[in-house]
């Protein structure tokens, strides 16, 4: 049974167009939170939500916007898709805010076209 | 402004030898510090963590090294295992800090040759 699932595994899409990536996490935990992984391998928060709430929102384009209708769940949203978008997108959990480790899921590919 | 780095993007061992991976970083507000093991296609999976109030911690095979005047820390694999062949990320973080961040070194690839 999955800890913390996303879909889809993989995306590819047109630039200009708008898609959704959405995560669970079934353990009972209180933050959330998504990650970019660019070609250089580095792992860069952009979003985290506590309870439904956003507590960390680091310098991402306004294209991007985070939903988390319960604290289950947080999808990200992208419109007007650009190039440097591709990556990989990692949805992670946490008991609470600050609290460590992290579970992670495993990633959407998401390739621009 | 890379707070966390891995200098080593890439390691060889042989099996049963030791693996050491090393990290550094530059933020001396980091107080808590993790490594993750990363295989293909998934996502990162907790390895070890340390506390700055310690300089080690173990954990069966895998011992991580903290040396705050430094500012490093290195994991040690012992024996290595073909199993253990992944990419290996350093976090640090301030532990109870509002939100939790954690900042990620950009991997070191290990490879154990049977």
């Known amino acids: 049974d999955t800890a913390v699932s996303q879909t889809p595994k993989y995306l590819v899409t047109q630039m200009g167009n708008d898609k959704s990536i959405k995560c669970e996490q079934n353990l009972g935990h209180d933050t959330m939170y998504w990650y970019k992984q660019d070609s250089k391998k580095f792992l860069k928060i952009m979003f985290s939500?506590?309870?439904?709430?956003?507590?960390i929102n680091e310098t991402v384009p306004n294209r991007f916007s985070p939903k988390s209708p319960d604290k289950a769940h947080l999808n990200l949203h992208i419109n007007s898709l650009e190039l440097g978008d591709s990556a990989v997108y990692f949805c992670?959990?946490?008991?609470?805010?600050?609290?460590?480790?992290?579970?992670f899921g495993d990633g959407t590919r998401l390739s621009i076209l | 402004d890379q707070q966390v780095k891995q200098n080593s993007p890439s390691l060889s061992v042989q099996e049963g030898r030791i693996s050491i991976l090393n990290c550094d970083y530059t933020n001396s507000m980091f107080d808590y510090f993790l490594w993750y093991k990363k295989y293909p296609a998934e996502g990162p999976t907790f390895l070890i963590s340390?506390?700055?109030?310690?300089d080690k911690n173990e954990d069966g095979r895998f011992t991580v090294f903290l040396n705050k005047s430094a500012k490093h820390l290195s994991l040690h694999i012992v024996p290595s295992q073909p199993g253990d062949s992944a990419v290996y990320f350093c976090?640090?973080?301030?532990?109870?800090?509002?939100?939790?961040?954690?900042?990620f070194g950009d991997g070191t690839t290990l490879t154990v040759k049977p």
């Open positions: 992670a959990s946490s008991q609470g805010p600050g609290s460590q480790p992290q579970h």
């Open positions: 976090a640090a973080s301030i532990l109870g800090s509002s939100g939790g961040k954690s900042t």
């Open positions: 340390i506390s700055s109030i310690k």
């Open positions: 939500y506590n309870n439904k709430e956003l507590i």
